[in-house]
């Protein structure tokens, strides 16, 4: 279990927030709610799975009422070195969402740090995208994530190939293991002149 205090998972969570998913621009949902201070945070310990999901369900609930807000239940001591055992907890989350009528009003996106996707490999740059600091269960309303959908052209995965492109970019021009510490919420010189190349690329290819 994590030997830090819930205030300092919670502080390290929202830098990673802030610099990472924000600030490399790997989420456009997570942008605004940010600034109007609308992600709504919990740190949930232990490794009790009921407990765990009751929680991502009372937070479900409350994000589902309140336009624009996004939920984040953090959990530093979930599953931390066993990936597959977290996805059978997103499974489960899953169904229980399903029994509430939420399915098609919140959705979830998990965050893991030894996030895989399925058919990637395990050291593929792609999977650092969803690799975060603690286990983490983002809350998202279906109607939210529609709007931003929609303001760049309807397709949700543009941004999955313009993240991997920027991932990509970055590897080449900086390395392994400084894209890491990128990833992570580390600061390395030429980051920003790399974000502003994948841009302009992407603003070329429409």
């Known amino acids: 279990s994590s030997p830090l205090e819930d205030d300092e998972v919670d502080r390290i969570t929202m830098n990673w927030i802030k610099k ?7 989420c456009p949902f997570a942008d605004k709610p940010m600034q109007q201070s609308k992600i709504r945070t919990s740190v949930e310990r232990g490794d009790n799975v009921e407990k765990i999901i009751a929680s991502v369900l009372i937070s479900s609930l409350e994000v589902e009422n309140q336009i624009g807000t996004t939920g984040v239940v953090i959990c530093p001591d979930l599953y931390v070195d066993n990936f597959l055992k977290y996805l059978d907890v997103v499974a489960e989350l899953e169904e229980v969402l399903t029994e509430y009528d939420l399915d098609g009003h919140v959705q979830i996106a998990p965050f893991h740090p ?4 399925q058919g990637s490999e395990k050291d593929g740059v792609e999977n650092l995208t969803n690799r975060s600091p603690y286990p983490m269960f983002h809350i998202l309303r279906e109607n939210d994530v529609s709007i931003a959908v ?24 900086i390395g392994r293991e400084r894209t890491e510490f990128v990833m992570t919420g580390g600061d390395v010189d030429g980051v920003e002149k790399i974000l502003q190349k994948v841009r302009i690329e992407d603003a070329k290819e429409g």
């Open 114 to 117: 030894l996030f895989q996707f």
């Open 20 to 26: 990472v998913v924000i600030g490399l621009n790997l």
């Open 150 to 173: 929609d303001k760049i052209g309807g397709n949700a995965s543009k941004i999955w190939k313009r993240n991997v492109k920027l991932l990509e970019v970055l590897e080449e021009e």
